[in-house]
Every structure is written in C-alpha cells, then in structure tokens.
C-alpha cells in the first residue's frame, strides 16, 4: 500500500480515540495521540510538564479564547507567545511524524497542519451529547453529577483551542472527507467503515 | 427490508441530487426533492408558481435572512407570514411522505423535519469550492465567468434557509449520520458508501 495518514478529529465522548487506535491497529500503523506532547517536549527543549500545563489551560479556560481573541492574554502576552511556540513545536513534529511515513494521529489540529499533504485523509467522530455523556461516565470514569457541563465544557475547549490555530469552525463537514455518528455505527461499526473507505479510496 | 427514511443535504455543485437520486434507483425507492413542491402546492391550496416564488426569494435574499432576524420582513409583515405557511405546507408534505413509506428526500430541511423518525439516515454531500465551481459549469451549466460567486451564493442561501427553519447551521457534521466529501469519492463511489453504510445499519 502507498503512503496512507490519516487524521481522527472526535468529539469527547464519541469513542474517536478508541476508533483511531483500532484503526491504526488493524492498518498496522503507529497511533500518535497525546504522545505527541511527549515528543514534541524531547525535541523542542520544553518540559512535557510545561507542555501539559500549556493545553491544560488553553482548551479549558474561555478566558483563554477571549484573550487570544484580543491579542492580549490573560495570562500576559510573554505567557501566551510561549504557549503558542509550544503548538507550534507540536505541529512540526506532526509535520515530521508525516513525513516518516504511514500514520494515524488523533486529535491536535492534525486535519489543519497536515491538509496539503497527498494521500491524507480527515474523517470526524460524533455522537449525540446524551450518548456522549454515558460513554464519559462509563468508559471515561466522569463523575456522573455533573457530565453534562464536562462533556460540553472539553466540547467547547477543542472548539476554541482548534479555532484558535486554524480559524476555522470545528466539527464544520466540510473540513473532513468523512464524518460518522458512532451511536449509529458503535466503535467496531466506525472503524469497519473507515476500514472500508479506505479499501476503496486509497486501496489499502 | 424494514421502513427506510434518508435524507439528503448538499452544498451546490456537490453532485448531492445526482447521488441522492441515484441511491434512491438503487434502493428501489421513490425520491422527492423539488417534486415536493409541486405535491405541497396541489394539497395546500397555493399554486406552485406562488411556492416557487417564494424559495426563489428566500433562498436568494441575504435581504430575506435580515429581514427574518428582525421579524419585520423586507416583503413585509404578511408577505412573510404568507411564506412561513408555504414552508410550512412543504414540511407537512415531507411528514405525510415519510408516513407513506420508504422514500429519499433532498434538501428541503428534511433532515430537521424528520429528525424525531426511526429508521430515518441523515447524509450530507459536501466538495471543495474549485470542484464544486468545475461541476457546477460543466454539469449544470452555470455562466463560468461568475461561477464563485453563483455558488457561494447557493451556499448562503441554503445555510440561510436552514437556519431560519431548525436555528441550526447547515454543514454542522453533528447533525448528519454521515457525510461525505464527493470529489473523493466520485458521485458513484458516494452512492456505493451510502449503500455500504446502510446494508451494515440498516440491512437494505
């Protein structure tokens, strides 16, 4: 098979992480979720800790888009010009993980960095938010009393944290070449699909 | 095979008609997309020049969308409320065809009227604006000499249409089953995903 990327964009709760690794399993290709963080500290010189602290904040503080917004920072603009440097470290090394060769990457804006590349292809994972918020307890171990604000509070930091870098409205089809509701299809029934997209677009 | 209900959304140039249509031949299924005006016509009492007028205006108006926010109405108070009952007609027809039985339905907010029904798959066609420029020229006929601008203003249109209609944003990949980029996939190759996506679903 050719070169094959694939970015997974997902809304939390959705499944997308667990259909992204499946994915990349059955393709036998390396997955690179938060382990991008990881990288990105070793070549970049940042601590992963800083790393963590950087995304911590800025997909879950509004504060965070307000001040982007404004070109000034809450956290004062020395602050926030390290935060970017640290996504702009994380997405060389998306670029370079591309690169390399064959790969599945979840999340990390990785549709926008990686949308020149040939033989990429973007597919987005969504669920209806009462779904979302039982996969959340479930799976995720969320505190039940309060999932709904949870669910929505992470739905509304990727929006932010992706609008910021690209622009551009996340979760928007038209970004993707395919876009699933996984409480249609499950996980296993997301990832067959994808699996067979593949088959036939790209002749994996 | 059980009661089948889909519903087709698409950007202008997407070949969404052509694969709703289609996928309708291939199902064995009725397809209701501007037929649905002339049925909305013969039972509402309204000729259908009156129905076409009215999309006419209200799909090419930004004038219409301001209006409409406004609840004033660059046609005035009554000419409005006159359009609001003419959708309101076609909206009916779509519930009394769903009821009827299995059928295809593109465009019309279908997707919105009959988000409450089982067995009812929602799909939204979308393609880059070069191709859906190319399509839309070559396919439809449209003067090449303003193409961008005739689909951008399809493209408002019909995002203005829906959103007075549901207060949600046409495109928005939550609101569909599934969605596709075409030039990926071809018209054909769209048709087959759909039919892929429904035997394993759906069993057709």
Known sequence: MSKLLITISREYGSGGLLVGQELAEALGLPCYDKK???????????????????????????????????????????????????????????????????????????DYVLRAYENCYHFFLHAPLEDRMERATKEYGENPNNIKSTVLKHDKAR???????????????????????????????????????????HAV
Not at 77 to 96: E, G, W
Not at 169 to 194: E, F, I, P, Q
């Open 36 to 110: 991008l963080l990881t990288i990105a500290a070793e070549k970049s010189g940042f601590s992963e800790e800083m790393l963590r602290q950087a995304e911590s904040r800025a997909t879950n503080s509004l504060l965070y888009s307000l001040a982007t917004s404004l070109g000034v920072g809450a956290f004062g603009p020395d602050t926030l010009s390290l935060y970017d440097k640290l996504y702009l470290a994380q997405f060389d090394v998306i670029r370079q993980m591309a690169d390399e060769g064959s790969c599945v990457i979840v999340g990390r804006c990785a």
């Open 159 to 201: 929006a932010n944290y992706y609008y910021h870098y690209t622009s551009q409205k996340w979760g928007d089809a038209k970004l993707y070449d395919l876009s699933l509701n996984t409480s249609r299809t499950g996980v296993d029934g997301a990832v067959k699909m994808l699996l067979h997209y593949l088959e036939t677009i």
